[in-house]
């Protein structure tokens, strides 16, 4: 479960952005179980500069619960920040950067490089479905990983 809500500031109305994660992710590096239990949120704020660009900053703390780890957990701090352009009314690009530095339990750095391409499917004023394609690299457990993703989203 995921809920982002980037509120671009304006002149006098300076809203917090800010995002809520929560769920079982795949863990990649050498020997590793293959399942982590994550809970993350973070703040900050989000600007933009047009009407087709969307630019992000938060800081995110992290949780961790997996054997793997050294005590059987790990808490993460660290940043990210990315973009969202809309290329065409229904087109839109994100890019993303994140990392952050274990500070308790297991204290190994990681960090990320996303890209999404994003298709959505509006009949009438708001999108039913949409088709992403996601890119992303990734470092954890001493290990780098590359993963393509094609997803299929539908709004309610």
Do not use: M
């Not at 300076?14 to 795949?26: D, L, M, N």
């Not at 005590?71 to 290329?87: F, N």
């Not at 690009?93 to 952050?100: E, I, M, N, Q, R």
């Amino acid at each position: 479960l995921k809920i982002v809500s980037l509120s671009p500031r304006e002149r006098f109305i300076e809203p917090w952005s800010w995002e809520i994660a929560t769920g079982v992710a795949r863990l990649h590096g050498e020997n590793a179980d293959p399942l982590v239990t994550f809970l993350s949120g973070g703040f900050g704020a989000s600007v933009r500069p047009n009407t087709s660009i969307l630019l992000y900053l938060l800081g995110e703390p992290s949780l961790q619960l997996q054997r793997d780890y050294q005590d059987d957990y790990r808490l993460g701090l660290g940043p990210k920040s990315g973009a969202y352009i809309d290329l065409a009314e229904a087109l839109r690009l994100g890019l993303s950067a994140a990392g952050d530095l274990g500070i308790a339990g297991d204290r190994e750095g990681r960090y990320s490089f996303d890209s999404e391409t994003r298709y959505a499917f509006t009949p009438g004023d708001h999108p039913v479905a949409s088709v992403r394609s996601v890119l992303r690299h990734f470092h954890e457990l001493d290990s780098n990983t590359t993963e393509w993703k094609l997803l299929l989203d539908l709004y309610f």
